[in-house]
């Protein structure tokens, strides 16, 4: 059986906080009773049978473990409110009681609360190739990772043979070529799977113009394996890192994923590297494109991409950009004396490489990143230690659910955290769970970053982060403005509470540590970015080369991180009144302005975290409710409850499609079903705006679909997808589903119910 390990230590890892909020599994095959055995079949075998009505697993392995290592006792029984019936006390503090109980159970030992964090399917897939090229497949994934994986592939395949961008989407040249040949190298025959899936999928590739469709990504994979020709692939040149700083095109100034994705990619693409054309990749030459290998026309597929994959089309200006760099950057950079300018180029390029690998003791800000450092470091010198240290991380990506192994993105411990911990203080029953928020603040205090990152920082584009939390872990090293406010938040709310309850809190400094690196970030509009100041101008974004994702190349600024921002300032200049007050007080006051002027028209915000404007508006709300702000003094608030009002479907919850975020028009789920996680985003927002002072009727509504929707173990049931990045690419939060519903409980029982009673 495979099992959860957290906080654990091993060879060539490297470490700041004793390996705290680090979760991998292993596979331990004398581990389980034949019960345990027996169970964990049979939810496999459930998911694969519902995999085309139900997508998302419901990380019930992660579950059986925890649950069993952590028995939370016996809970109230459920007490369901029917019809019409009013919402009792006693019923909500039932259901909050048995969520608490049942979460608690899932804390892990460090305080964090494991859980998954993916959905995209092009994560995976990458790292099969990478560990292919370099030789090291089966060294790194022994037998039961490579049929966890399979099985992981398999479960996600489309009906029509294809696979998408992300488990719930319809099938793209990129996810179906990059599953197909992961299937390929791990040992899968071309008629092999269920139902000759292998050959389905085959079919899906040719019937849609073979892989010279794929976007540029897939690309770039397909080369380095030897199945796809740089001459295909637009350039990527590494003399981009040494234009003068000053210069509005130097990667610098670019989103730190944009950089850091094409900072590894533009070291292959100048070393024209391409792993060894063994058999397998021969074979698959032949099965991939629709025309023999040897006639394609290259240059013609550069720009070629499949409709299915199209989200972002390419402007003219940056096809001519491309041309340009094609036919006559390149041929001259190719020749001396120009060639010494590329060999100068690919050395300013691994410097960076190795810089990011180290400040983030090789986890790297992501794991598309992850993949791309990890074989640039095995390109410039195999037996390097660099490599050797980058294998040892791989398992820190590693998920293991009933549906199989998946690649995370990079995790969301603190992110849960932070918002567990508000969820468990609004629900009022600190007393009963002391122990759970003790152990969630010595986790929040054992992951804010301590340092800014090392050397001459800002020599390689890097911003301040000592005082910064993590969207995941300390070793990750990345600032985030979000997770640095809401780390702040709650780290501040435990701090006003009872040392025997809850702990000793942080001590003033690191508080006023995060309040510089949030103060910051804050970009001249008002608004906040997520990672760093805002270098570049918008103009740039014509040049995103990513088809199939939307505003990736510069920083922007998002209604998400600035209402954070607000709130966790504003906690703060309540208690700590006199420190950089002025300061904090302009701060505050842009980006309320920035947040009330990027309302919609219909008074909701647009979320790029979440899905989608029920996400926003959340955010939205909860700033200004957090400076005063009401339903009767803001016309703001009255035009986001009426959205919010507009949105609620006939059971009283709510329910947003991923394709509000993909087609940025509000959509319901399918059937206009309710979402647990939406409906609690709502129900939060209609609270904060001050709706029950109003009519609180349609809130009573939310809040009786959540109670009734709790399971008898006082879990809440897996649903459809509610996170999402880049617009277009759905990402899964576990944690949700119990986080939010029991906030919105919380927040009901103390501020509708209790003060009606």
């Keep these: ?127 099969v190739i990478a560990l292919y090229v370099t030789g090291a497949l089966c060294a790194v994934l022994g037998p039961e990772h490579q049929k966890e994986i399979i099985r992981y592939i398999y479960n996600h395949q489309n009906e029509d043979g294809g696979w998408g961008l992300h488990i719930e989407g319809h099938s793209t040249m990129f996810g179906s070529a990059l599953s197909y040949i992961a299937l390929r190298l791990l040992g899968e025959g071309p008629d092999d799977g269920e139902g000759m899936a292998v050959a389905r999928a085959r079919k899906w590739i040719l019937d849609h113009g073979g892989a010279v469709g794929i976007p540029s990504w897939g690309k770039f994979w397909l080369t380095v394996l030897g199945v796809y020709e740089w001459s295909g692939c637009n350039p990527l040149p590494p003399e981009f890192w040494l234009l003068p700083n000053m210069s509005p095109i130097h990667p610098g100034k670019m989103l730190c994923y944009c950089r850091l994705v094409y900072m590894p990619m533009s070291y292959l ?45 390419h402007p003219l200006v940056q096809d001519m950009l491309w041309g340009f760099l094609h036919h006559v950057a390149e041929p001259i950079l190719a020749r001396w004396p120009f060639s010494i300018l590329r060999e100068k180029a690919l050395e300013v390029a691994i410097e960076h490489v190795h810089y990011e690998d180290e400040n983030s003791r090789y986890l790297c800000i992501g794991s598309v990143e992850k993949v791309l450092c990890l074989i640039a470091c095995w390109v410039e010198d195999p037996n390097s230690e660099a490599y050797k240290l980058h294998l040892a991380r791989i398992p820190d990506y590693f998920w293991i659910a009933e549906d199989g192994l998946k690649f995370q993105s990079f995790g969301s411990q603190m992110w849960d955290a932070a918002f567990a911990i508000q969820a468990i203080l609004s629900c009022d029953l600190n007393e009963e769970y002391g122990t759970t928020l003790r152990k969630a603040h010595d986790f929040v205090k054992a992951s804010q970053v301590r340092e800014n990152p090392g050397d001459n920082f800002a020599a390689m584009y890097r911003h301040i982060s000592k005082g910064a939390w993590t969207f995941s872990i300390q070793d990750h090293g990345w600032q985030v403005s979000d997770c640095t406010s809401e780390g702040l938040k709650v780290a501040l709310l435990l701090s006003q509470m009872p040392e025997k309850l809850v702990g000793e809190g942080m001590e003033r400094e690191c508080f006023y540590d995060a309040v510089n690196v949030i103060l910051s970030l804050q970009s001249i509009s008002g608004g906040f970015p997520a990672w760093e100041p805002q270098r570049a101008f918008r103009w740039l974004e014509k040049f995103n080369p990513t088809e199939f994702f939307e505003d990736t190349l510069i920083e922007r600024e998002y209604v998400e991180c600035t209402a954070s921002a607000v709130q966790g300032l504003a906690l703060f200049r309540r ?183």
């Design 1 to 127: 059986m495979w099992k959860l390990k957290v906080a654990e230590g091993g060879p060539w890892l490297r470490t700041l906080n004793n390996h705290v909020g680090r979760q991998h599994w292993e596979f331990d095959p004398d581990a389980g009773t034949p019960e345990e055995r027996a169970e964990v079949e049979r939810v496999r075998e459930e998911f694969t049978r519902n995999r085309f009505r139900i997508k998302q697993s419901a990380d019930l392995l992660m579950r059986m473990q925890l649950t069993k290592e952590n028995p939370s006792g016996p809970i109230p029984a459920a007490i369901k409110v029917k019809g019409i019936e009013d919402i009792t006390e006693k019923a909500v503090t039932a259901t909050i009681r048995r969520s608490l109980s049942f979460y608690s159970s899932l804390q892990a030992h460090d305080g964090h609360w494991p859980a998954e964090s993916a959905g995209p399917l092009f994560f995976i897939q990458p790292l």
């Design 269 to 313: 693409y100048g070393k024209r590297f391409v792993g060894q054309i063994t058999g397998l990749v021969r074979s698959l030459r032949r099965e991939l494109y629709t025309e023999p290998y040897f006639d394609i026309n290259w240059t013609k597929a550069r720009n070629t991409v499949a409709k299915e994959d199209l989200y972002y089309p």
């Design 575 to 757: 208690l700590y009144p006199n420190h950089r007050r002025k300061e904090i007080d302009s701060c505050i006051s842009r980006a309320i302005r920035y947040i009330e002027e990027t309302q919609n028209p219909d008074g909701s915000w647009y979320g790029c975290w979440g899905i989608c404007y029920t996400y926003g508006t959340w955010f939205g709300v909860g700033a200004l409710a957090s400076c005063g702000k009401k339903y009767q003094n803001s016309p703001i608030l009255r035009k986001a409850c009426a959205f919010l009002l507009s949105k609620q479907l006939p059971n009283g919850g709510w329910g947003e499609s991923y394709l509000s975020s993909q087609n940025k028009v509000y959509t319901n789920l399918e059937g206009n079903r309710a979402n647990l996680v939406h409906t609690a985003w709502a129900l939060l927002s209609l609270i904060d705006a001050g709706q029950g002072d109003v009519d609180p009727t349609p809130i009573h509504r939310g809040i009786r679909v959540l109670i009734n929707s709790q399971m008898e173990d006082g879990d809440f049931p897996q649903q459809e997808i509610t996170g999402v990045f880049m617009r277009n690419c759905t990402l899964n939060y576990s944690s949700y589903r119990n986080i939010f519903p029991k906030w919105a409980l919380g927040e009901y029982r103390r501020r509708i119910l209790m003060l009606t009673s």
